[in-house]
């Protein structure tokens, strides 16, 4: 069965398109079907897996604006079962040109529900804000997917969040459950990384990954040359943490049954 899954937090620099790129490509290394929706119109999900913006191709604003069917926008990335609905510089407007549209909250689910089902996964990346990308994002969604920075000002804007998740909830989609809280940019030689984790976890208790991400240059350098770390550099401590990620979702998903076999990539 499909899981829709927003990775969303309405702080910038958390971490939302790294852990998308990498969580996709990690749960696509265990050979599970993947549709990676690039939501944010920066497109940085877009070039991070190797695809450039392109004003002769069609983009996720097409199936949001002018109804294109979703099997038209998607792309092959490098990984066999990672599939992409890339954004472009379009998707700036679509903010306001979703406002007089009928159903304008539903346009993205309209969309996925033709493709979704060819999938185990699909992961939409979000803006940073709570816009009318983001409630399409969340009303499309089963779940969501938090990633919160390790640093003082963690839970900024988090209740906030929280507070649009319940109106989702109320409004669109009651379904709407928080998968899990991710950890990012994690330096556990500091002593103020270790009082935020310990803050996050008594805050969101048991709905906080195992699975954590470290600060590390491979994991940043790894989008300017458009791969997942898995491609980059598959020794990385930024890749284990993603593929422990996939690894403790895919359990919490199954729970403990079907598990696929975790085929590490070549290097390139």
Known sequence: MTRIIAVA????????????INLAASLAA????VLAVDAD???NLTSGLG???SAARLSLYDCLINQEPAEAVQLDTDLEHLKLLPADRNLTGAEVELVPLLAREFRLKEALAPVAERFDYVLIDCPPS???LTVNALTAAQGLLIPLQCEYFALEGIAELMSTRDRIRRALNPGLEVDGVLLTMVDERMNLTHQVMGEIRNHFKDKVFRASVPRSVRLAEAPSFGKPILLYDIRSRGAEAYLELAKELMDHETKGAGQGTLRTPARS
């Open 9 to 20: 937090n309405q702080k910038g620099g958390v971490g939302k398109t790294t852990t998308t």
């Open 30 to 33: 265990a050979e599970r079907r």
């Open 41 to 43: 119109p920066q497109g």
């Open 51 to 53: 695809r450039r913006a």
């Open 130 to 132: 709570l816009g009318l």
